[in-house]
């Protein structure tokens, strides 16, 4: 569920399909024939097999007078990308399904920005291809191609009390100072019990995202702007609700359409999640262009940290895209355990150290200021600021 939810979020609007066609599917013999074997083929109508390669070129023959074509695609194979783009650039109006393997948001991002029309899952199921098919053949995909989504940045704890909120709230204020257009930031606390991103800024919410969860059909960007609170930085904030909710309360198809919504709206999006993990928090964990994951360099912090980094790998997070940020750093020789112990501990590398400044910090946010309101120049803040450097230079 996780995987098709996370596609249909990335989805954008291509041509629809001619009517009373032949869909062409091209793939490998094994893929056709675990197809055919499959009880639910009539639903697909009709339907002409081509057996290729992965890299194979697809005949002309095929895709002529073809309602839509549906063709296998592997991600780590650079022929079988570029045969994808080929088959775009010379049939611009033929719809075009490309069927992946694995989950790779990244690669299921490319290709529908390349102008393929969606995303199908291998093995395929013909009752979900099936509906792919029909809404392209409704219209329902014939508008203008939507724009790319903004870049997805969610921030998480190795552990409770880490200090996450904290370092995001910072991170989000020098990310938005480096923006020239103010208000294009937003941060959307999804840490439903025990999120404190709005009082930590000193503000207090009128509408929560629980609002915006429970708008179903009539999420629009009308309806998130009215819900969306002014942080005082320059960046806006989706604040966490007022009770606490159940983690299993959450409706992962909505969250995700939220999600899609404020991606649209705004040019990057950084999402606090909460400490313990369910479905929808490792759907979003799936879907992010980058997860900054906090860490404290003590035993237990490093080894919870490493177990996240162990369920992640297990659903198929590319490590490629975590940064670990170690936070509460302590002064040189105070240091229990140095960054070349931790990198060894978590077997990556430690992206970034934030400086152990929690008497001060305590303090700010009692007053509902950030650290470099109090202290502008202070190393926390330079710590901050090279970390906003970094995820700023990732996301261009």
Avoid at 145 to 152: D, G, K, R, S, V
Avoid at 282 to 288: F, K, M
């Amino acid at each position: 569920m996780m995987t098709s939810t996370t596609f249909s979020d990335l989805k954008e609007r291509k041509p629809a399909i001619r009517s009373g066609a032949a869909v062409a599917f091209v793939a490998r013999e094994e893929v056709i024939a675990a197809l055919r074997a499959s009880p639910d083929l009539g639903l697909l109508g009709a339907l002409e097999c081509h057996v290729a390669g992965l890299a194979d070129p697809v005949a002309d023959g095929w895709v002529a007078g073809a309602a839509a074509v549906v063709i296998e695609v592997a991600g780590d194979n650079p022929a079988s990308l570029a045969r994808v783009e080929r088959l775009r650039q010379q049939n611009p109006r033929l719809p075009v399904i490309a069927a992946l393997g694995s989950t790779d948001i990244a690669l299921a991002r490319a290709l529908l920005r390349q102008g393929v029309s969606d995303i199908a899952r291998l093995p395929v199921e013909p009752a979900e291809l099936a509906g792919q098919l029909a809404e392209l053949a409704s219209g329902k995909s014939g508008a203008a191609a939507a724009a790319p989504l903004a870049p997805l940045v969610v921030v998480a704890g190795g552990t409770g009390g880490c200090g996450a909120t904290t370092v995001l709230t910072h991170l989000a204020a020098a990310l938005a100072a480096r923006r020239t257009d103010a208000g294009r930031l937003c941060v959307i606390d999804l840490d439903l019990q025990a999120g404190e991103v709005a009082y930590y800024l000193g503000q207090v919410p009128r509408v929560t995202v629980s609002a915006l969860l429970d708008a179903g059909d009539r999420l629009d960007a009308e309806l998130l702007q009215s819900a969306l609170t002014d942080s005082g930085h320059g960046f806006s904030i989706l604040a966490a609700p007022e009770t606490i909710t159940p983690l299993d309360n959450v409706d992962e198809d909505r969250l995700l359409e939220l999600l899609r919504v404020v991606r649209g709206t705004f040019d990057m999006v950084l999402v606090d999640l909460p400490a313990d993990w369910s479905n929808w928090s490792l759907s979003l964990a799936l879907a992010a262009d980058r997860m900054v994951l906090v860490t404290e360099l003590s035993v237990a912090g490093l080894r919870q940290t490493r177990r996240r980094l162990d369920l992640f790998a297990s659903l198929g997070v590319r490590a490629d895209r975590i940064r670990i940020v170690a936070n509460r750093v302590e002064h040189g020789l105070f240091r229990s355990i140095d960054l070349k112990d931790a990198s060894a501990a978590l077997g990556c590398d430690v992206a970034a150290t934030i400086v152990d400044e929690d008497g001060d910090m305590a303090e700010a946010q009692n007053e509902g200021r950030l650290l470099t309101d109090l202290h502008r120049h202070s190393r926390f803040a330079g710590d901050i600021e090279r970390l906003a450097k970094l995820l700023d230079l990732e996301g261009r």
